[in-house]
């Protein structure tokens, strides 16, 4: 894998700390789409930070930050949330890859990644929403994933996806005795968790023409140490976008205009970079979101590609923007990725650039597309 070629945002002297480790979260696309049919997103540059779109301001609700901590607090609490086999899992169906022979036993669900889920759900009930789960078993990895989904209806069955991910890093069994430590994944992963629970009466609140269809996808996280997005990480949203593409064709679900995903976006010093895999316009309208709000600090002083749950969104030709803070950030897949380097104040921040953008998006991609 290479490291992608950074905009022209970067800050002179950071190239040289961005390090092997962005990338390997920065392979260069795939000569073809994974999933066929719409072209792989180009690679693109940086968009020009001089033009803004004059958004209204929306601001999150004043303990909105708090409250998204408050949840991060229990999911860290619950320890390592990574998936394993589940022996309740559902039985192998016709089409399922059959289990290649070996000696190694599968690993097991972590208590935490049961408790999560329980969790999720009974947040997103008391908010009154229906929670579907899908839960299904790789039998080549012999991992038995879980996404979460729930919908804000709007006017329109017409959908914009707000996910992100709750699996954390596995962080045992490796090779390398560094790569084995107690990880809780404060940011990476509970932080966008905690955000989107606590943002949940925000957006009932904000009345969009299209239905939020709020998604919490499983596997993001590589099974090798390395990214590596071809195979072994991006189960939960492959899998999520595969079945969304079947039933679009069978006219059986409602059509998703874009997805806006979130990812490590607590950390106490933020920074959401401008991700270049993201569609340009998103990017411009976040921007322009982030702007409007007054944390253009926080967001795009550095630009970087990252692949992400939103790329097979964009391999099919959904528009797509991930809310990511991974370049620069030295917390990342590390033991200090704890509740100590997260905050409220980011967190409060994050809430208030999606509440921005989101009817940015309705009105761009829902009400009047182009
Ligand atoms: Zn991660």
Redesign the pocket.
């Given at each position: 894998m290479r490291a992608t070629t950074s905009a022209g945002l970067l800050l002179a002297g950071l190239a040289a700390c961005l390090g092997a480790a962005l990338a390997t979260r920065n392979p260069a696309p795939p000569a073809r789409p994974p999933l066929g049919q719409a072209p792989q997103t180009p690679f693109q540059t940086s968009i020009d930070r001089s033009v803004t779109e004059p958004l209204a301001a929306h601001r999150a609700p004043e303990h909105t930050g708090a409250i998204a901590f408050d949840h991060v607090r229990t999911l860290v609490g619950f320890g390592p949330r990574y998936p394993g086999l589940d022996p309740s899992a559902p039985p192998a169906t016709a089409g399922d890859e059959p289990a290649p022979p070996t000696s190694t036993p599968p690993r097991p669900p972590t208590p935490g990644w049961s408790q999560q889920l329980g969790y999720i759900e009974q947040v997103l009930q008391q908010h009154g929403l229906t929670v579907r789960r899908d839960t299904w078993t790789d039998r080549r990895e012999r991992i038995t994933f879980t996404n979460l989904m729930a919908a804000i209806p709007g006017p329109r069955k017409e959908r914009i996806v707000l996910a992100c991910h709750h699996d954390t890093?596995c962080t045992i069994g490796h090779a390398e005795a560094d790569r084995n430590f107690h990880f809780v994944?404060a940011n990476?992963?509970a932080s966008a968790v905690g955000l989107i629970l606590a943002l949940v009466p925000a957006l009932q609140a904000l009345e969009l023409e299209a239905t939020i269809e709020l998604v919490f996808f499983d596997g993001?996280?590589s099974l090798d140490w390395a990214w590596n997005d071809a195979a072994r990480a991006l189960f939960g949203s492959k899998r999520f976008v595969k079945r969304h593409r079947d039933a679009l064709l069978l006219g059986e679900e409602p059509r998703i205009h874009a997805a806006v995903l979130l990812d490590m976006v607590g950390r106490t010093d933020l920074h959401i970079q401008e991700e270049l895999y993201s569609t340009t316009r998103l990017r411009q309208l976040l921007w322009s979101a982030a702007v409007a709000t007054g944390h253009q600090q926080q967001f795009f002083q550095r630009a970087e590609a990252a692949s992400d749950d939103h790329k097979p969104f964009l391999d099919v030709g959904i528009p797509g923007v991930d809310l990511i803070d991974l370049n620069g950030n030295p917390h990342?897949?590390k033991v200090t990725d704890t509740l100590e380097n997260v905050s409220a104040a980011s967190l409060q921040k994050v809430a208030d650039v999606v509440l921005t953008l989101l009817p940015a998006i309705d009105r761009e991609y829902v009400i009047a597309p182009k």
């Open positions: 890093k994944g990476d992963g993001e996280e990342w897949h």
